[in-house]
């Protein structure tokens, strides 16, 4: 790419702040600017903890109390669980690589609360699955929600029911990426 630039994150910061003084801040300029500090958060983390953010019982040394199970592993990883919710996020990672960080948090609590899966076999399928996959954000989310990580609180689970309520109420998401529509776009 002819005249690119890498970009770290206090230039994008730049950038983001001169937007908001040209333009006013907003419910996107927020979200970025913050989900640029968790970024950078697990950047730090993965370089104060190097390889302890890969294992099961994570940088808090905590058994995570999961196992492995291929069978509950390959029905989430094909978007074939009892969540319509969470098969719609698997079918649109299948189809597009991508998912927003609201849908990676709903579908890793149900691998690792609804399913008991090793919370490194999602890890790993998100790594290689995501186009905008980055080792540290990736690998320090898993432990978060996991209750590995950093936060004291422990184990992060989401209500499946409530989070579809919330965010797809009409079922628009979920019908977008049903079963049917993910097969026909494979």
Not at 29 to 49: P, S, V
Not at 64 to 80: D, Q, R, T
Request: contains cysteine; positive net charge.
């Amino acid at each position: 790419m002819a005249g690119a630039r890498l970009c770290i994150p206090r230039q994008i910061v730049a950038e983001l702040q001169d937007y908001e003084a040209q333009y006013g801040a907003n419910d996107s300029t927020y979200w970025l600017y913050f989900e640029l500090l968790w970024r950078e958060y697990f950047q730090w983390l993965h370089y104060r903890y190097g390889n302890r953010l890969y294992l099961l019982r994570g940088i808090r040394n905590q058994d995570p109390l999961l196992s492995k199970n291929p069978k509950a592993l390959a029905g989430w990883c094909e978007g074939k669980t009892a969540a319509p919710f969470v098969n719609a996020f698997m079918h649109q990672l299948r189809n597009t690589g991508w998912m927003s960080n609201r849908g990676r948090q709903i579908v890793a609590s149900y691998l690792i609360n609804q399913l008991g899966v090793d919370w490194r076999d999602g890890a790993a399928w998100f790594e290689a699955q995501l186009i905008d996959y980055d080792p540290a954000s990736n690998w320090g989310n898993w432990q978060y929600l996991t209750g590995v990580g950093t936060d004291p609180r422990g184990r992060r689970e989401f209500n499946i029911g409530k989070q579809q309520r919330e965010y797809d109420p009409a079922g628009a998401f979920v019908g977008k990426y049903s079963h049917r529509h993910a097969q026909r776009t494979s």
